[in-house]
């Protein structure tokens, strides 16, 4: 499980460097928080209060960077779970392009239903229908396409890194946390230092990335 947790963060991390205007990926871990067995951070560079549509785009490829990244390790059939709340975002993100932004050249600059972020007890028996059946369908249609190319995009970004991404699974798997500095090292092509407290740590140099670690990409992980 760590190390396909591993994979995982290390998809979201090279996929939100390798597309544009995404905000710069500054840390991995795979330290468990809360529910989450790893988390992969964005910096912001300022404030923001509105994405353009290659941004939105760049942002639905790196959600679908974990899923991915895993089924090329493991193969579909291995997958888990643990790209659920990536999964739910980029589509919340992608139906909100089409429904809410006029982001999607099929439905046009239109906003489509009136539907609350929260639903309330009784409020689905109430609310009004405010699109036709054949909208509806459309929409869902759209919105599929838009995640399927988003799928698409990442997979071959990841499939064209995938010495960077055995790279960069084997350093979070050797010091479980690497910042931006070690994340440049990977997209460089080169193998990682250890953490600049790693030697407060009281690890020794046996913990570190050795010639042998290139054999953990040889083969799909147990999980």
Known sequence: EKTLTAYHEAGHAIVGRSVPEHDPVYKVTIIPRGRALGVTMYLPEG??????????????????????AEELIVGADKVTTGASNDIEGATKMARNMVTKWGLSDEMGPIAYGDEEDEVFLGRSVTQTKSVSDDTARKIDEVVRTILDRAYSRTKAILQANMDKLHIMAEALLAYETIDATQIDAV?????????????????TSKDDIGPAAGTIGGAAPQT
Request: positive net charge.
């Open 187 to 203: 997209m460089e092509g080169r193998r990682p230092g250890p953490p600049a407290d790693w030697a407060k740590s009281g690890r």
């Open 47 to 68: 404030d923001k209060y509105s994405y353009n549509k290659v941004a939105i785009e760049s942002q639905l490829c790196s959600l679908y960077g974990g899923r991915v």
